[in-house]
C-alpha cells in the first residue's frame, strides 16, 4: 500500500482480556518497528523486525507482550491479560533494510477499562 | 543509556514569529538525529535528518535544525510560524548499530496565536 496501515485505530477492551494489533507495512519495506506511546510521552520502542525475525525486542515490558511478523509482510502485536496500564497508542513503522527515517502508521488507540 | 531532552513541554509563539525547539541528546558518539512532528490523531511525519552529513539540514515546510556536536544539541528553528505549524513536536535518535530503533525525546506542544 502506499503507507503504513494499522488496524483496528481504536480499540476499546477489558482488563483481562487477549487483544490483537495488526500492522500493513508499506510494500517492499523489510524492517518493521512497534512503539507505544502513552498520553503526553513521546513513543517507547517496542520490539524491531528484520524481515521475519524479531531482531531486537529489548523494549516489550514483559511476558504478556508479544509480536509476530510470519511472512515477512504484516505484523500482529498481541497483549494478553490485558491491564489498565497497557492504555496507550500503539505505533507501528516499516523501512527499506532498516534505513533511518521509517514511515509512521496513524497507530492503534488501545483502552482498557 | 542513550536519552533525548526536549526543552519545554510546551512553546507558544505568535504568527510570523521565530519558532526554536530545544533538543539535546546524551551520547559519547553522535547518533543519527530526527525531528517528527505529530497533528492530532495522526501518526508522526518527519520532519528532517541528520547522519554525519551537513551540520545545518533542512527539512520540509521550513524547518531547519543545526547539529552541534560540542553542544550535544540539534535545536529545530523556523523563522517565522504559520498557524498551521501547531503540533506535538518530537526530536529522536538512533544510536548506532541498533537496527535504526529510535530514542524520542518527550515531546514539545507547540502553539502558535494570531
Known amino acids: 500500500g502506499a503507507g503504513v496501515s494499522q488496524t483496528p485505530s481504536n480499540k476499546v477492551t477489558e482488563k483481562g482480556k487477549y487483544v490483537e494489533l495488526r500492522c500493513d507495512p508499506i510494500?517492499?519495506?523489510?524492517?518493521l518497528y512497534w512503539y507505544r506511546q502513552s498520553l503526553g510521552q513521546g513513543p517507547e520502542f517496542l520490539i524491531y523486525f528484520q524481515g521475519t525475525g524479531a531482531a531486537d525486542d529489548s523494549g516489550l515490558p514483559n511476558d504478556r507482550f508479544f509480536a509476530v511478523r510470519p511472512e515477512g509482510s504484516v505484523s500482529t502485536l498481541k497483549i494478553q491479560r490485558t491491564e489498565r496500564g497497557d492504555s496507550a497508542v500503539y505505533l507501528c513503522a516499516s523501512s527499506f533494510q532498516g534505513s533511518n527515517g521509517y514511515t509512521f502508521g496513524s497507530g492503534t488507540r488501545l483502552t482498557v477499562v | 543509556a542513550q536519552s533525548v531532552t526536549q526543552l519545554g513541554s510546551h512553546v507558544s509563539v505568535s504568527e510570523g514569529a521565530l519558532v526554536l525547539l530545544r533538543c539535546n541528546y546524551s551520547?559519547?558518539?553522535?547518533?543519527?538525529l530526527f525531528w517528527y512532528v505529530q497533528y492530532p490523531n495522526q501518526g508522526l511525519q518527519l520532519l528532517l535528518k541528520y547522519t554525519s552529513a551537513a551540520t545545518l539540514v533542512k527539512g520540509i515546510n521550513g524547518f531547519e535544525a543545526e547539529f552541534k556536536k560540542s553542544e550535544t544539541s540539534f535545536h529545530l528553528t523556523k523563522p517565522s510560524a504559520h498557524m498551521s505549524d501547531a503540533a506535538e513536536y518530537f526530536c529522536?535518535?538512533?544510536?548506532?548499530?541498533?537496527?535504526?530503533?529510535?530514542?524520542f525525546g518527550q515531546g514539545t506542544e507547540l502553539s502558535v496565536k494570531p
Open positions: 529522536a535518535a538512533a544510536p548506532g548499530n541498533q537496527g535504526g530503533k529510535l530514542i
Open positions: 510494500s517492499g519495506h523489510t524492517a
Open positions: 551520547s559519547s558518539v553522535p547518533p543519527y
